[in-house]
């Protein structure tokens, strides 16, 4: 269930992140980018379920007390749902945005970070593609009995799939 919840969130980052190192106005936004949907998923549901945890722990809330319509319970689950998550989201870029500022405040440091983000973004999914596609490719179960083989050999192509995603992006 919370892959579900959490999935949607995580592909836009993803996809904010290449866009804004595709785009070279967008470069210094990346970082950010990637940070800032996670946040607001996190920060939205987390707050919302304090929030209904909260009001539900006062005795004769008022709230709870009478029967509301659809639009109140539309209204009232986007003002407990939408400020937690901007408020998240705001606070997480401000903490990036101050890292970047001690820490990735030269092009060499940045540049490397922004390597190893692709790389740790890339490179899982290439290696657990091509384990999955040498079985079918070389006959069934030839990367478990091939081992020695078959893990060397899927952490180059995973290593070669970030090199060429990070050389496509800065192309």
Do not use: K
């Not at 319970?73 to 705001?90: H, K, Q, R, S």
């Amino acid at each position: 269930m919370q892959l579900i919840y959490a999935a949607p969130f995580i592909l836009l980052s993803l996809a904010l992140f290449f866009v804004c190192l595709i785009v070279p106005r967008l470069r210094p936004y990346a970082f950010r980018a990637l940070v800032a949907p996670v946040a607001f998923g996190f920060c939205s549901i987390v707050g919302m379920a304090l929030i209904v945890l909260s009001l539900n722990s006062i005795n004769r809330n008022p709230l709870f007390n009478r029967p509301i319509t659809d639009a109140q319970t539309y209204i009232l689950d986007a003002l407990m749902y939408f400020p937690p998550g901007v408020l998240g989201a705001w606070l997480a870029v401000n903490i990036v945005r101050q890292i970047e500022n001690h820490w990735l405040n030269t092009d060499r440091s940045r540049a490397f970070a922004v390597r190893l983000t692709v790389a740790l973004i890339v490179f899982p999914p290439a290696f657990i593609l091509w384990f999955g596609f040498s079985d079918r490719l070389l006959g069934n179960d030839w990367a478990i009995s091939h081992l020695a083989l078959s893990l060397p050999l899927a952490v180059m192509v995973a290593v070669l799939a970030a090199a060429l995603t990070y050389r496509a992006i800065r192309a």
